[in-house]
């Protein structure tokens, strides 16, 4: 993102303005699908697409990537629309982790002259995710469902070779970062949180849960009161401190359906106890 300083300065840039990583690729019309949010929605300060994360150069599958947020809004997989988020949810994402990537996002040139000094003053790990949040300080983004931006992971990336601990005191940081910077748009995080939480009290996705636990942790969970409002959240708490431990002790020895009927049985408890009718 320091070539966006550079990139800034060229009178000829246009209206609108995109990244591509060296390494990953747009899904033929991802540009045409971001611009016509931004037209459908004036008041976007930018748009995104959903990520796929692949782990070769051919996407023979992808894992689909959203913003935390977006497993609040009805079964992800049967969202297609593009969404309109308002600033304090895109911030409420952020301070639970990335919510986009520098390769799924289209920006209105003038946006992001206004929020690009965050990234040139920034640590380049937590460059990306501030710039986000600041995005979300000057208005509403566009979000498109649909995965259009194929982004490539390595063997080498820093989420894939550190420890879950290291991460949550990564991510600590950041979100510290991201606490601070909501404060000056008067916007209390762990007040979003609530109001968010709040209408699905007992039955949050799954997918939802695992992030806020595996992103954030107990600690700050606990300090933030949001604990009462995470379905079974303490079991789910001792699976997961189970599940590392026994990931790298039992895993390399244990045959694969072991693996596969606990992750079921994970899936089971921190799943909302379903509503019989009458």
């Not at 995470?230 to 020895?253: D, F, I, N, T």
Request: contains cysteine.
């Amino acid at each position: 993102m320091n070539h966006a300083h550079h990139l800034l300065t060229l009178p000829e840039l246009g209206e609108r303005v995109a990244f591509l990583c060296d390494d990953d690729w747009w899904a033929p019309g991802h540009l045409a699908t971001l611009g016509q949010a931004l037209d459908r929605h004036p008041a976007a300060v930018g748009a995104f697409a959903a990520g796929g994360y692949i782990e070769s150069e051919t996407a023979v599958a992808c894992q689909r990537y959203w913003p935390a947020v977006m497993w609040l809004r009805g079964e992800p997989g049967a969202t297609v629309e593009t969404q309109l988020l308002p600033g304090d949810e895109v911030l409420a994402a952020c301070w639970v982790h990335t919510p986009f990537h520098f390769s799924s996002m289209l920006l209105r040139t003038s946006v992001l002259r206004e929020a690009a000094a965050i990234v040139r003053d920034s640590h380049p790990a937590h460059a990306d995710r501030l710039l986000f949040a600041r995005l979300a300080l000057l208005g509403p983004l566009a979000f498109a469902p649909a995965v259009s931006a194929l982004i490539r992971r390595h063997e080498g990336n820093y989420c894939r070779s550190t420890v879950q601990r290291e991460i949550q005191r990564a991510h600590a940081v950041v979100r510290g970062l991201v606490t601070d910077l909501a404060g000056q748009g008067g916007v209390n995080i762990t007040a979003v949180w609530r109001r968010l939480l709040e209408p699905r009290r007992g039955t949050l996705p799954t997918d939802l849960v695992n992030l806020l636990w595996d992103y954030v942790g107990r600690e700050p969970l606990e300090a933030a009161g949001l604990m009462p409002f995470l379905s079974r959240g303490r079991a789910h708490y001792w699976l997961k401190r189970w599940e590392r431990w026994s990931w790298q002790v039992l895993v390399p020895w244990a045959p694969p359906i072991l693996h596969r009927t606990y992750l079921r049985l994970r899936d089971r408890l921190a799943r909302p106890p379903e509503r019989r009718a009458g």
